[in-house]
């Protein structure tokens, strides 16, 4: 089923884009709450016409997360946790630690993919900051 969403969800995609969803998901969920209508001809064609007046706007959106992604690329990301035995961790790297190492960079939780972290070592992160602009970025896990 084909969607128009009309706001961000996550794990699913952002505003004002045609995604595809499983139908009960589609028609039981995102359609009746209001996060989402049909993707018919008519609402993509008036969907098209919003994205196209939207589109100046859009550059500089753009061009901020660009700049927001060349900021986080250019940071030493360590995160301290305890250890248990060796090199695994005492727990695991939760995501509030992974956003309070990465300082005053503002950036939306809900787009952050970490991976499952229970050892100390170098891992990457997935960071989505608009649906053009994605970015890794490298972060350590170091003893405490």
């Known amino acids: 089923m084909d969607i128009i969403l009309l706001e961000n969800i996550e794990k699913v995609g952002f505003k004002d884009e045609i995604v595809t969803v499983k139908n009960g998901y589609g028609r039981n969920f995102l359609i009746p709450q209001g996060k989402a209508i049909l993707a018919t001809e008519s609402a993509v064609k008036v969907l098209e016409e919003k994205l196209r007046q939207q589109a100046s706007k859009e550059e500089k959106v753009i061009a901020d997360a660009n700049s927001t992604a060349e900021t986080l690329k250019g940071l030493d990301i360590k995160i301290k946790a305890k250890i248990s035995t060796g090199t695994k961790l005492f727990g695991k790297v939760t995501l509030a630690q992974f956003m309070s190492a990465i300082g005053d960079v503002e950036i939306d939780k809900?787009?952050?993919?970490?991976?499952?972290?229970?050892?100390?070592?170098k891992y990457e992160a997935?960071?989505?900051l608009h649906r053009k602009v994605t970015v890794t970025i490298p972060f350590e896990v170091i003893a405490e």
């Open 110 to 121: 809900r787009f952050v993919n970490i991976p499952s972290v229970k050892e100390t070592g």
């Open 126 to 128: 997935t960071i989505r």
